[in-house]
T-cell receptor, first 117, second 109 residues
């Protein structure tokens, strides 16, 4: 069976500090991977998605970046955190059946709650 | 870009009541998801629909593709159903989900 891990679960960081959130998936190969954020009082928003190693697409301009160094590893980073980066960060994966197609069902990790002070 | 609207934003009901949460979207989709988010933040996928109706226990989800509308129903509601219910749509590519703002449901005993 497939599982998705995220760490850390909670994080409190000062403004201007760096950030690294990690997400790993087990039990599947070549998944589509996603980073979403839920800011306080707001809905979930797609930040980045990846269809393969080294392939990152961004939905919104922001202070964050993402990388996919391995097939089942997705990392969210920042060089200098802003107050507005606070929120709940969710990683998700989606099974991909073939080139150019997707299965659509997404599976979510447990999330990381980030507070920037 | 798809616009996803949910209603109501907040709903408080008594245990045993029949609950309906609505979702509408603006652009054609390949799939619609109903998600449940508990206070700790974790999200569970309840349903993925591309047409018709699905049922799982006391939960029923329907979708009308022509009207771009979906509903989530909870029969015989229970306090443990209290959560935020989120509608999300997928356009068919690999570019992720677009989410509604969620419906905060409280079921009182």
């Amino acid at each position: 069976s497939q599982t998705i891990h995220q760490w850390p679960a909670t994080l409190v960081q000062p403004v201007g500090s760096p950030l690294s959130l990690e997400c790993t998936v087990e039990g599947t190969s070549n998944p589509n991977l996603y980073w979403y954020r839920q800011a306080a009082g707001r809905g979930l928003q797609l930040l980045f998605y990846s269809v393969g190693i080294g392939q990152i697409s961004s939905e919104v301009p922001q202070n964050l970046s993402a990388s996919r160094p391995q097939d089942r590893q997705f990392i969210l980073s920042s060089k200098k955190l802003l107050l507005s980066d606070s929120g709940f960060y969710l990683c998700a994966w989606e099974r991909r059946w073939g080139l150019g197609s997707s299965y659509n069902e997404q599976f979510f990790g447990p999330g990381t709650r980030l507070t920037v002070l | 870009k798809n616009e996803v609207e949910q209603s109501p934003q907040n709903l408080t009901a008594q245990e045993g009541e029949f609950i309906t949460i609505n979702c509408s979207y603006s652009v054609g989709i390949s799939a619609l998801h109903w998600l449940q988010q508990h206070p700790g933040g974790g999200i569970v996928s309840l349903f993925m629909l591309s047409s018709g109706k699905k049922k799982h226990g006391r939960l029923i989800a329907t979708i009308n593709i022509q009207e771009k509308h979906s509903s989530l129903h909870i029969t015989a509601s229970h306090p443990r159903d209290s959560a935020v219910y989120i509608c999300a749509v997928n356009g068919g590519g690999a570019d992720g989900l677009t989410f509604g703002k969620g419906t905060h449901l409280i079921i009182q005993p």
